[in-house]
């Protein structure tokens, strides 16, 4: 099974400032990587999709890069509503299987 | 518009099986390329994939809970049931669906508001 590991755990930043996620997998996923934003009590919300497509109705300040086993989710520009827990998912080619990473807390500072 | 929701007990016993099902609309699973994957997260935790089945009724599980999942779906009434045998509390979690589609079928969304199961005596 490929292990999907966030780094960091926690990131606390203020408004305005840049954020940089990181997504490291086991073995090489291609591009076929996921972010999701949950929010407290909500389900979990597409951001970005084979590592670097952004969903539709996604703000441009989201943005993701990588491939093979080192992804990384950059929000340019941070809102409020940003602050969140972010995952990082991958789908494994042949049998399809999912793995999801253990999140990364976006805090305010 | 494309919409899910997930409906089931809110309480099960240790040992029992649950069923969960996942009324969706905006979509039709009889169309090539469509999917519904049921996801799980425990109170505080990450989620897990539990389960997909797809348009040609192919299905597919987690290596870790294969032998206690069922998937099944029923494409005229638009829904997509899970069971899952011998509960556990450590089975305790807000159950969701999502859509799963594309030619790599590498996304999940949307994503169904989730239904939390409590295992507990």
């Known amino acids: 099974e490929i292990v999907l590991t966030q780094s960091p755990a926690t990131l606390s930043l203020s408004p305005g400032e840049r954020a940089t996620l990181s997504c490291r997998a086991s073995?090489?996923?291609?591009?076929?990587l996921a972010w999701y934003q949950q929010k407290p009590g909500q389900a979990p919300r597409l951001l970005i999709y084979?590592?670097?497509n952004r969903a539709t109705g996604i703000p441009a300040r989201f943005s993701g890069s990588g491939s093979g086993t080192d992804f990384t989710l950059t929000i340019s520009s941070l809102e409020p509503e940003d602050f969140a827990v972010y995952y990082c998912?991958?789908?494994?080619?042949?049998?399809?299987?999912?793995?999801f990473g253990q999140g990364t807390k976006l805090e305010i500072k | 518009q494309v919409t899910l929701r997930e409906s089931g007990p809110a309480l099960v016993k240790p040992t029992q099986t649950l069923t969960l099902t996942c009324t969706f609309s905006?979509?039709?699973?009889?169309?090539?390329?469509?999917?519904v994957s049921w996801i799980r997260q425990p109170p505080g935790k990450a989620l897990e994939w539990l389960a997909l089945?797809?348009?040609?009724?192919?299905?597919y599980y987690s290596t870790s809970l294969k032998t206690r999942l069922t998937i099944s779906k029923d494409t005229s009434k638009n829904q997509v049931v899970l069971t899952m045998t011998n509960m556990d509390p450590v089975d305790t979690a807000t159950y969701y669906c999502?859509?799963?589609?594309?030619?790599?079928?590498?996304?999940?969304?949307?994503w169904g508001q989730g239904t939390l199961v409590t295992v507990s005596s």
């Open positions: 084979d590592a670097s």
């Open positions: 999502a859509r799963t589609y594309g030619p790599k079928k590498t996304r999940f969304d949307p």
């Open positions: 905006g979509f039709s699973l009889s169309t090539s390329g469509m999917c």
């Open positions: 073995q090489s996923v291609s591009s076929y």
């Open positions: 998912q991958q789908r494994s080619n042949w049998p399809p299987a999912y793995t």
């Open positions: 089945i797809d348009w040609d009724d192919d299905k």
